[in-house]
């Protein structure tokens, strides 16, 4: 129930193209449902993040879907660009104590 | 320094070897977190600290033991160790407030077991 599932594995698209990807949890107690994106040799980053008292939550290119019914959360990158290639982490939180479960991960990479 | 650091960057070691991975925050956050991420799983929480104090174990073998000090930083002792246990460990920090997720990561130390 603590788990967070994340697809695809990874994911190759062209420049100016949509990516996106998925992930389903499990546990309606989750609150917080964040993005990380990760570069060769750098930790994790904060990318976008959303509660689901909201549907949808937009900065720049990017933009997540929540579907609290369905227990799914989606990224989507418009207009991707080669410098969007990295690996994107879905993740879910709870508590006090700011506890994050993480998705597998997607590596992206995006064409020329 | 800014951030999160994290020292050494890379590191290898045997099975009878003792070291340690050493996480420092300048963020002035409250909460201290150990990640282990090898490749293709979801990155593992280990350790969580609030405060200085432990408050979760995510049922970590004996042979990783943490170290928090002070709120600003956080060891990981490693000793006797499998090769299995070869993956980049993470540290990361958060305010440690209530409603205030974010976590902040460092570039983690890259572990070979040999």
């Known amino acids: 129930q603590q788990q967070v599932k994340q697809s695809p594995q990874s994911l190759i698209v062209q420049k100016g193209g949509i990516s996106i990807i998925n992930c389903a949890y499990e546990n309606t107690a989750f609150d917080y449902f964040p993005w990380y994106q990760q570069f060769p040799g750098k930790g994790p980053a904060l990318l976008i993040a959303i509660r689901p008292d909201v549907s949808e939550k937009k900065e720049g290119r990017f933009t997540i879907s929540f579907n609290k019914s369905a227990k799914q959360f989606s990224l989507h990158i418009m207009d991707s660009q080669p410098g969007d290639s990295a690996t994107y982490f879905c993740a879910a939180g709870t508590g006090g104590y700011n506890k994050l479960i993480f998705g597998a991960g997607t590596r992206l990479a995006v064409h020329p | 320094e800014t951030g999160v650091t994290q020292t050494p960057r890379h590191l290898v070691m045997g099975m009878t070897n003792k070291k340690s991975l050493k996480c420092e925050q300048h963020?002035?956050?409250?909460?201290m977190y150990w990640y282990k991420q090898s490749a293709k799983k979801p990155l593992e929480l280990m350790f969580v600290?609030?405060?200085?104090?432990?408050?979760e174990n995510n049922s970590v073998p004996s042979r990783f033991s943490p170290e928090c000090p002070n709120s600003s930083h956080l060891f990981l002792h490693l000793h006797t160790l499998q090769p299995e246990d070869s993956a980049l460990y993470l540290c990361a920090s958060s305010p440690g407030l209530a409603g205030s997720h974010e976590q902040f990561f460092g570039p983690g130390t890259r572990l070979t077991v040999l």
């Open positions: 963020l002035g956050h409250n909460a």
């Open positions: 600290y609030n405060f200085k104090e432990q408050t």
